[in-house]
């Protein structure tokens, strides 16, 4: 199977887990009246979305690179994150009120707690495998689109357990305001997952310099500049540059060498340096050849 079909299989996958989940997610808030299962439907709704705009965005970010694009569609995933983040976050202002109008006003009443206790176990245990085994094949396949939902779906299954243990605490005390209180929580911790996922997918969208690919560049380049280090020998390198697009990596930097050689030794040794940065990150990178001062 090729990444693309791997990737096109997961994200098919995530929509169907998250439909099924949406619908019991509300059965069990029809049955139980609990703010926290109402948090933790809303939060299913954003599932579902998220998880058929990332069939979309894998299905774009696999598309080659064309005359309009010749960088290719891999930002298309980082738009996917962002939007999926931005839901979450609404979301999540949606339950907060709901929570704050029933902590201030009067608590529903909870019924039904064990058959809400029992399909919140299940949507926990199903978002919760379905939501590693995303984040394994997104970093096997380096989807970011695949990641970030596999985030959530974990993120969903820590919500759906925070609902379990509201529905616990309501029927072991009797006291019905825990539930709209472990729902404000829940809230406010999803919210913040939903920012990670906005801040990160915008810092990719803007070309932030990734720190980590800036770290193996700037090695590989001090390598070939040590005298006892690899041929082909440099003088010096700078103005190294790293950006994303989706999950190719692209690379520019200046190299710096002796002034008498000449222009095919030059292009063979940038070429050379090139190949070994490529190798190591996967993707391009391109070196701007000058004479050492």
Request: aromatic fraction near 6%; hydrophobic fraction near 50%.
């Amino acid at each position: 199977m090729s990444t693309a079909q791997l990737e096109r299989r997961a994200a098919r996958i995530a929509l169907v887990t998250s439909v099924a989940l949406l619908f019991t997610k509300l059965a069990a808030w029809q049955l139980t009246g609990s703010t926290a299962v109402f948090g933790d439907a809303m939060e299913s709704v954003v599932n579902v979305a998220a998880s058929a705009l990332v069939i979309w965005s894998v299905w774009m970010a696999n598309r080659p690179a064309d005359e309009t694009h010749p960088y290719g569609h891999g930002k298309a995933e980082f738009l996917s994150s962002a939007i999926e983040g931005g839901m979450i976050s609404v979301a999540m202002l949606v339950v907060m009120v709901r929570s704050a109008l029933e902590l201030f006003h009067s608590s529903a009443e909870i019924e039904h707690v064990e058959f809400g206790l029992l399909l919140l176990a299940f949507t926990m245990m199903a978002n919760g495998g379905v939501g590693l085994w995303l984040i394994q094949v997104g970093r096997k396949t380096k989807s970011s689109a695949l990641h970030a939902d596999g985030i959530h779906l974990i993120s969903d299954a820590w919500t759906s357990g925070a609902a379990v243990v509201s529905l616990l605490l309501v029927r072991w005390t009797k006291l019905a305001f825990i539930d709209p209180i472990i729902a404000l929580i829940m809230a406010v911790w999803v919210g913040f997952v939903g920012y990670r996922l906005i801040r990160r997918a915008l810092g990719d969208l803007l070309d932030e310099q990734d720190l980590a690919d800036l770290a193996k560049v700037e090695t590989i380049l001090n390598d070939h500049a040590r005298v006892d280090g690899p041929l082909p020998r440099i003088i010096s390198f700078h103005k190294v540059r790293t950006r994303h697009s989706g999950r190719d990596h692209w690379v520019d930097f200046h190299l710096q060498l002796r002034p008498d050689m000449d222009l095919k030794s030059a292009h063979d040794v940038a070429s050379e340096i090139e190949n070994k940065i490529e190798a190591a990150l996967g993707g391009t990178a391109t070196a701007h050849i000058e004479p050492a001062r």
